[in-house]
């Protein structure tokens, strides 16, 4: 049996918080409290091992090793105490997959309507992979892709069906 | 002559490799083929000339093309859940073992009953379906209904799942070039010189479409394109890749054959590309003609072009003898080509009163009878072509000459493959020069961009020979012929058929246009001229010409019919994609799915979530195990998964007065540690959801929504919040799924609760009802709402969605000698309507206001406005008639069926006996050991102890008396314990 | 299938990716309106042949609501903008009379309701 077209892997320990607030206002705080610079739209910064996305003009996302979620979670809840801002601990809703392999980027092509290939190195593209809503990203050898918890099962199946072996998107 | 059958030629066919043989079977019968035949050529090659029978008049049918356009040699491929009706013998690759059998002959090809039809024709014309079948009325039901379904449809569908794997893929690419014959190479070349990526597909396994065949040096011409395209990193090239539909803004659909040719490959039989194409380069050729001559359907029988591929390509000869007939030049290349091989021409028939190309010329020297302003009256013949009779194309058919042949090359010109330029609106011109549609490059399909977003290239452009391209030499004229002869009599075009496969003749489409028919998109219907499976490829400007000539008008004032999307039929399974089985839909699964799933419970779907419905132990039966919850819930304690419930957190200085917008009761007004019920509506009144709201801080609430309404409940937030409130200092978050919910419920829930030790005070005086406390237990982060849907003491316990499965766990360890009972959706749904409480989507259909469910206690007197509050004030909505919430009390002791109605005296205007209310929730209530119901009746709560009837179709009608829709526990003083 | 590029986050999302909502610009109204006023706001919508302006809701993604100006006919995409304004913004008219010079703003003739919001929502665009 040849190879299948990527590793598929979930990720169980990473946390998540989510940000919301004005950007232009609050963007020094944030990126200061969670340790990482702002990321441009449609971006993401990465420092050590903790990744900050642009989720929406007012949204973030920090990504971070689990143990550390809570006192990120108080700083950034400091940091914005003066601002209408919403921060959210959000590890437990999340179902987290590497894709890794040469051919990751074809696992993504046969689920995911976005142009993945054409997305900045660190580009962070919100899209549906079938039919559930998730996030992508790169990282090395591969690719990060974030959905909703309940799903999860729904995108383990997905993504491996999608990297079956032989199945390579190249003209044959 | 070689074993693959007597009729293939001693040498020749390029696309085949005579070294491999492959045995296969047409209607049980053995046969050889070799690689690279199709199954038309494999068949050919073994003399079944036949390969099934029309639709209507089931007529014996060979092949009349080589291609995708085939309208006759369709088969029936594969067996069991691989079996696939319909599929064109002229595409479809021939593979080793393969097991195909003819289609719409009973008992058997060659002797088939339905034929009889052939010898009614007389009965069956245009529009006989519609004819036909109107009167006498009841003989529609018992007589032509069954024997019409019976014969209808052509093959088979199959009865078993399709053992076979599909998928789909997205591609992003500036410029694809559907067609890979040498324009669509040159288009290819040139689009990647500049840059850009390119994708060349082609539907063939084979680039380099007619000019192989075709042109002096036309192989080396394409071999030179692909070698350059081949070294070109920005170009993919796709053979066996079908485009099938040009859509909005440069979205295209094309099917790749993956392992069509191997069903054992292990890996997906094909796949659907979903292209984003910037620029869309049809180079899609060009498709011959028939022409309308009297037996142009008798087997042997074949388009000109496609004599010479099968010669050329696969080394097969369709007839030993060959007429060819023609209106145009390009016929003559079939005779040289059959003359190359060494088989016989008999004569080429011209329509034209000369013919004096070079074409004509190197026919003529070959010693070929050519006969100018000449036509076919007639085609000798049932099973195959025997002889030809001949007749003055200018006359009205009287017999000249009869001529003995097994083939007939005709050619009535050829019609530009227009499909993907016309799917989204690209316009057509005609042509006289030519007698053809070319696509108009002045009125391309535009895109988002207002520009255009295909245009087309060589034979699709309506230049056929592509000199620049191919070397070719100038060639004469294409005479226009519509009907041959001429001036064909009436009987004579009873036999001339249009639309082979739906068998539809020139007789028709004249019957058609003389009993008031005008517009081509009705004839089409009327007739069914062009709606078979090959969507008239062959047949629609031959049928479009006899239309226009009947109703005496030119060509382009009749039209063509719309280009529909897909060019060929694709395979359902593509369309699916990887959508079946247990990814057909994405099942949501809360963190304890896996524990109900271990103890048996019987799921039911409410979303896309899977919530346990009950919990049967052993053989007990679903009814039997939601009383059973019931009664230990009310008896002791149970556990509702309740993680599925919408929660959306709401913050902001902004969200109270904005909640009181979204909520028709007050929520600003909320303190902070308490719960409040409340009722979401639509502007239009209509209540859509419901749940609890918790203030959590002076700034934030957290509301919970129904189970399949958090995602739909966030939308509409996130609507009138981002797009008429914009200015309102709000976040909201969709947060249902950061938390694992249980609802643990009955007298014992606290004592239960308590047992699992933590931080957190559970007393009535610290956490009453409709309050909430956050804490600790079993040493787990919880959220405590005391809040009640069963009317019993209740807690619902939010914890971390990763803790979830470890305290409900724990609360069945723990309540062992309580008898702690896990309970399901129909417990609670059974537990809430003994209580009188509304369900969304039971009491409510998008028709129902709050104010119909005795529900004002809930909207706001004091507030000026709030989503819906304007409708709740139109007439209608306050009009006294309406039907309004009541409890129903089955008089009799049966269950009162969900949904029927309560009739009133007299009908409406259709005559319909009056109603006067329905029953929206219906259960047997193990609580009080009685049938309990709820129902909407008009000005109901006024009308209590009337009782109302109820019929039910085959049963004594049941009878309910109007009462309190609130049958247990009025005081709620369980609740409160 | 369309293709609209959502002014939110540049993403140019196709038609699966985003959720419609229907004719952009309504003017709401709520308790103390006429019945005509109301039914108008609730029911009567322009569903024109031509150009358009509608909401759209780039759900597979960034999760906002954004206006496209659209030709319901020809599919031409004249320009998406922010949700967060009362009528078509200049540069989307500009956009619209560049490729039909005949079409006119219905809505110029009708008294400018100014609304406080406009700059929060442009500030959280920038
Ligand atoms: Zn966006």
């Given at each position: ?58 949204e ?25 801002a ?20 074809d ?41 909703f ?24 | ?17 005579r ?29 079944q ?60 090809l ?28 009841p ?10 379904r019976r ?38 070349r040139d ?14 396994p ?27 990193a ?83 000869a369709?007839?030993?003898r ?13 005779a ?77 010109g ?124 062959v ?8 239309l ?62 899977r ?7 052993g ?34 200085p902004d969200?109270?007065?904005y ?171 059974v ?26 206690w ?30 129903l ?36 209530s ?20 009337e009782?109302l ?16 829709p ?12 | ?42 029911f ?18 960034c ?40 079409w ?23």
């Amino acid at each position: 049996m040849a190879e299948a077209l990527a590793r598929i892997s979930q990720v169980q320990d990473w946390g998540m918080i989510q940000i919301r607030a004005d950007l232009s206002r609050a963007g020094d705080a944030i990126a200061e409290a969670a340790g990482v610079a702002l990321p441009g739209q449609g971006r993401i910064t990465t420092d050590g091992s903790r990744t900050l996305g642009w989720m929406s003009p007012d949204e973030l996302l920090l990504v971070l090793p689990r143990a550390e979620t809570a006192e990120a979670l108080a700083a950034l809840q400091d940091a914005l105490a003066t601002e209408h801002a919403l921060v959210l601990d959000v590890s437990d809703m999340r179902a987290v997959f590497r894709i890794q392999g040469a051919k990751a980027l074809d696992v993504l092509m046969k689920l995911c309507p976005a142009d993945l290939a054409a997305m900045p190195q660190d580009g962070l593209r919100r899209t549906r992979a079938a039919q559930v809503a998730c996030g992508i990203w790169r990282e090395t050898d591969g690719y990060v892709l974030i959905g909703f918890r309940s799903v999860t099962d729904y995108l383990r199946g997905i993504l491996t069906g999608a990297a079956v072996p032989g199945t390579q998107l190249d003209p044959r | 002559m070689t074993e693959t059958g007597p009729f293939r030629l001693p040498r020749g066919g390029r696309l085949i490799d005579r070294a491999y043989q492959l045995p296969f079977r047409f209607d049980g019968r053995q046969m050889r083929g070799v690689a690279g035949d199709t199954l038309a050529s494999a068949l050919l090659a073994n003399g079944q000339l036949m390969m099934g029978r029309s639709f209507k008049y089931h007529r014996p049918r060979g092949p009349i093309a080589s291609g995708a356009e085939e309208p006759n040699a369709l088969l029936g491929l594969g067996q069991g859940g691989r079996f696939e009706p319909n599929q064109r013998a002229t595409t479809t690759p021939l593979v080793g073992g393969m097991v195909t059998a003819s289609q719409n002959a009973w008992p058997s090809l060659n002797a088939d009953i339905g034929a009889i039809n052939n010898w009614l024709y007389r009965f069956f014309p245009a529009g006989f379906y519609y004819k036909t079948f109107m009167h006498p009325r009841p003989f529609w039901k018992h007589v032509f209904e069954p024997i019409i379904r019976r014969s209808a449809g052509l093959g088979k569908a199959p009865t078993e799942a399709d053992p076979d794997k599909y998928e789909q893929a997205y591609a992003h690419v500036d410029v694809v070039v559907v067609g890979g014959g040498i324009a669509g190479l040159t288009a290819a070349r040139d689009a990647a010189r500049d840059g850009k990526s390119v994708w060349l597909v082609e539907q063939t396994p084979h680039f380099g479409g007619r000019t192989p065949t075709d042109h002096a040096d036309g192989q080396a011409r394409v071999d030179a394109l692909l070698a350059e395209l081949q070294g070109m990193a920005n170009v993919t090239l796709r053979r066996s890749t079908q485009a099938t539909g040009l859509y909005d803004h440069g979205y295209l659909l094309v099917r790749e054959s993956l392992a069509d040719h191997d069903p054992n490959a292990g890996i997906p039989r094909q796949r659907l590309w979903r292209i984003r194409a910037g620029h869309v380069v049809v180079a899609t050729g060009a498709l011959e003609r028939p022409l309308s001559f009297a037996g142009n359907d008798v087997p042997g029988v074949i388009l000109a072009s496609a004599v010479r591929d099968y010669i050329n390509d696969y080394g097969v000869a369709p007839g030993r003898r060959i007429v060819v007939v023609t209106n145009n030049d390009d016929a003559y290349r079939t005779a040289l080509v059959a003359l190359d091989a060494g088989l016989d021409v008999a004569a080429v028939i011209d329509a034209r009163s000369t013919a004096e190309g070079a074409l004509p010329a190197a026919v003529r020297a070959r010693g070929v009878r050519v006969l100018t302003g000449s036509a076919i009256a007639g085609v000798k013949g049932g099973h195959g072509v025997e002889a030809v009779k001949l007749c003055a194309h200018s006359g009205s058919g009287q017999v000249t000459e009869t001529i003995d042949a097994d083939c007939v090359a005709m050619s009535g010109g050829w019609s530009p493959v227009v499909h993907l330029w016309s799917h989204c609106g690209g316009k057509l011109n005609w042509s006289d020069a030519q007698s053809m549609f070319a696509p108009d490059p002045n009125r391309p399909p535009t895109g988002a961009d207002g520009k255009a977003m295909a245009s087309c290239v060589g034979a699709a452009a309506g230049d056929l020979l592509v000199p620049e391209l191919t070397g070719a030499q100038a060639e004469s004229a294409t005479m226009p012929v519509w009907v041959m002869p001429a001036h064909a009599p009436r009987k004579m075009k009873f036999k001339m058929w249009l639309d082979f496969q739906n068998d539809v003749k020139v007789s028709d489409v004249e019957l058609a246009a003389q009993e008031g028919y005008h517009s081509v998109e009705h004839t089409k219907r009327y007739t069914t001229l062009g709606m078979a499976t090959d969507q008239g490829k062959v047949s629609n400007i031959n049928g479009l010409a006899v239309l226009s000539n009947a109703l005496n008008q030119p060509i382009p004032a009749t039209g063509t019919t719309t280009f529909r999307p897909p060019y060929t039929p694709l395979t359902l399974g593509t369309i699916a994609g990887e959508a079946r089985g247990e990814i057909f839909q994405p099942l949501r699964k809360t963190p304890m799915h896996g524990w109900h799933e271990a103890q048996g419970a019987f799921f039911e779907p409410v979303g896309h979530w899977r919530r346990p419905y009950c919990y049967p132990k052993g053989s007990e039966s679903h009814g039997d195990a939601v009383a059973r919850e019931i009664r230990a819930v009310r008896a002791s304690v149970g556990t509702l998964d309740a993680s599925t419930l919408g929660k959306i957190i709401v913050k902001g200085p902004d969200a109270g007065r904005y909640l009181d917008m979204m909520y028709t009761g007050m929520m600003s007004s909320l303190p902070i540690g308490k719960c409040r019920y409340g009722l979401i509506c639509s502007e239009n009144g209509f209540l859509i959801d419901d749940g609890v709201a918790a203030r959590l801080s002076e700034d934030t609430w957290l509301v919970h929504t129904t189970t399949g309404g958090a995602e739909r409940m966030h939308g509409h937030f996130e609507d009138w919040l981002q797009c008429e409130w914009w200015d309102w200092k709000v976040w909201t978050a969709n947060v249902t799924e950061q938390w694992a919910q249980v609802a643990v419920v009955g007298p014992k829930a606290r004592v239960l609760l308590e047992r699992l030790g933590g931080k957190i005070d559970l007393s009535p005086e610290a956490l009453p009802f409709m309050g909430w406390i956050e804490g600790e237990i079993a040493g787990i982060p919880a959220r405590v709402y005391r809040i009640s849907f069963s009317g019993e003491l209740s807690f619902e316990v939010a914890v971390p969605a990763n803790r979830g499965l470890e305290l409900w766990e724990k609360l069945h360890e723990a309540g062992r000698d309580l008898n702690v009972t896990p309970y399901g959706t129909e417990a609670m749904h059974v537990m809430r309507a003994e209580k009188g409480f509304i369900m969304i989507g039971d009491e409510t259909d998008g028709t129902v206001i709050p104010q119909d469910l005795g529900m004002s206690w809930a909207i706001s007197k004091k507030k000026a406005d709030y989503i819906g509050k304007r409708a709740q004030e139109r007439s209608f909505m306050t009009d006294p008639g309406r039907w309004k919430l009541v409890g129903l009390e089955s008089l009799d002791g049966r269950v009162l069926p969900d949904g029927v109605y309560a009739v009133d005296q007299g009908a409406n205007a259709n005559g319909q006996r009056k109603v006067q209310g329905r029953v929206t929730s219906t259960y047997m209530s193990p609580t009080l050991d009685r049938p309990i119901a709820m129902g909407l009746v008009r000005q109901g709560p006024e009308r209590m102890g009337e009782v109302l009837e109820f019929p039910v179709a085959g049963q004594e009608s049941y009878k309910a008396r109007i009462v309190d829709p609130v049958f247990y526990d009025k005081e709620g003083s369980r609740a409160n314990g | 299938m369309l293709t609209l590029t959502c002014p939110y986050c540049g993403i140019a999302a196709e038609e699966t990716e985003l959720q419609p909502g229907g004719e952009a610009h309504l003017k709401r109204f709520g308790p103390g309106s006429t019945d005509a006023e109301f039914e108008a706001y609730l029911f009567a919508r322009k569903n024109p042949k031509g150009v358009h302006f509608e909401r759209w809701r780039h759900a597979y993604g960034c999760g906002k609501w954004f206006m496209a100006a659209r030709d319901t006919a020809t599919l031409q995409v004249f320009g998406t903008y922010s949700a967060q304004t009362p009528h078509p913004t200049p540069e989307i008219v500009a956009a619209i009379q560049a490729h039909r010079p005949d079409w006119q703003p219905d809505w110029l003739a009708e008294p400018t309701t100014q609304t406080p919001a406009d700059t929060s929502a442009e500030s959280l665009n920038a």
